[in-house]
């Protein structure tokens, strides 16, 4: 097994690794910009490196300064957590040339994935229901209207190399086309510096559906079932459950085997998850596939028991799966609220600051993934996601009532956080009764608007 990783991260999710590391006798390095030096990651791991300015471009962003940094510590491999570099092809390559193990595909499944364009093609060749769309990457606003015309409004314009809702909008009609499709684009060329677009039919309110997969380099392809991901804001996700309250075990089978038979296509090892939007009829279509650790990966855990960052680790090594897909048990019900250190009464935005008080709920089934500790300045240069709240109880019900405790338990002072707009979710009735899609908080926050007019 390796001796030393470096994670090339920060905030919960590197301290979620560092703490995996740590169990399986590795050894960590912690990379951190100059605003990250008092971070709980940069404090837990065995080693620090500071590998550049506050900006992420200068730092988190920065493959030179983490390759050197892997170098002179002697790290056997690279853990990129999610978001940054996870799923840069370019810096799984740049690993791969200096033989440092990156924790998770190679570069060629990353540069084939991560185009939403190639990965659609290589699900209708392997025969996994997809969208209809652009088979071929679009470049300019006038070839692409044409097609959109070809498919019919409504349709979503989204970036070939996107991810996190960036360069993605919905146009309606031919009216808006053209100035939806410009912003998309300049929109991906300055997240990813990339403006290749595709389109396709936009289907409206489905439920977000998303399975992950675990796979070996032996071959192994097994997937730990669904999580519904459908509450989400500007497609950014804030609640996500496992499993599905609108997914029976015939319907898990057939995405099930989709999503194995989308990975296998792919040639795909470590984890992964296929992403699937669900329509009222219960017609499923591929959208994309994270070649990544999710954010949402621990209600997976919570209902299934498998820690999912140590079969990464084991993956990367060369190991085989520890476990069968006859293995896998789907054990509960589990909920995943995001906490973010953001005002939701001045439209979310984020606010960074000085956290002068902390208190995390407990109790049994009850989990908070954070880097936060009371006296911590959270730096305004990166996301704002601090926590994540995550509960595992016997029945839907029983977890939605153990995550309404657990929210009025969790205190962050110092700062706005919208732990109260989590609370209004899970009271929700519609949320309470599974009536939710894509659209749901948009529509809360539109007769929210409409009331306080009243």
Known sequence: ??????????????????????????????????????????????????IGPAPSKESYLNMESIISA??????????????????????????????????????????????????????????????????????????????????????MIKASAGGGGKGMRVSE???????????????????????????????????HIEFQILADKHGNVIHLGERDCSLQRKHQKMIEEAPSIVIDDKLRKEMGDAAVKAARSAGYYNAGTIEFILDKENNFYFIEMNTRIQVEHPVT??????????????????????ITQADIKINGHAIECRINAENPDKNFMPCPGFISNIHFPGGMGIRVD??????????????????????????????????????????????????DFQYELIRNEDFKNGNVDTGFIERLMKNKSTESEK
């Open 1 to 50: 097994m390796f001796k030393k990783i470096l994670i090339a991260n920060r905030g919960e999710i590197a301290v979620r690794i560092i703490r995996a590391c740590r169990e399986m006798g590795i050894r960590t390095v912690a990379v951190c910009s100059e605003a990250d030096k008092d971070a709980l990651h940069a404090q837990l791991a065995d080693e620090t490196v500071c």
């Open 370 to 419: 954070s880097a936060l500790y009371s006296g911590y300045k959270i730096p305004p240069y990166y996301d704002s996601m601090v926590a994540k709240l995550i509960v595992h109880d016997a029945t839907r019900e029983l977890a939605i009532h153990k995550m309404k405790s657990a929210l009025g338990e969790f205190i962050v002072e110092g700062i706005d956080t919208n732990i």
């Open 301 to 322: 855990e919570m209902v299934t028991g498998v820690d999912l960052i140590k079969e990464q680790i084991r993956i990367a090594y060369g190991e085989k799966l520890s």
């Open 70 to 155: 892997t170098i002179a510590t002697k790290a056997e491999a690279i853990h990129p957590g999610f978001g940054f570099l996870s799923e840069n092809s370019k810096f799984a390559c740049m690993c791969e040339k200096c033989n440092i193990t990156f924790i998770g595909p190679s570069s060629s499944v990353i540069d084939k994935m991560g185009n939403k364009s190639e990965a659609r093609n290589t699900m209708i060749e392997a025969n996994v229901p997809v969208v209809p769309g652009t088979k071929e990457p679009v470049y300019d606003a006038d070839a692409a209207l044409k097609f959109a015309k070809e498919i019919g409004f409504p349709v």
């Open 173 to 207: 009609a031919e009216d808006d086309f053209i100035s939806n499709f410009n912003t998309a684009k300049k929109e991906a060329e300055n997240a990813f510096s990339d403006g290749t677009m595709y389109i396709e039919k936009y289907i409206k309110n489905p439920r």
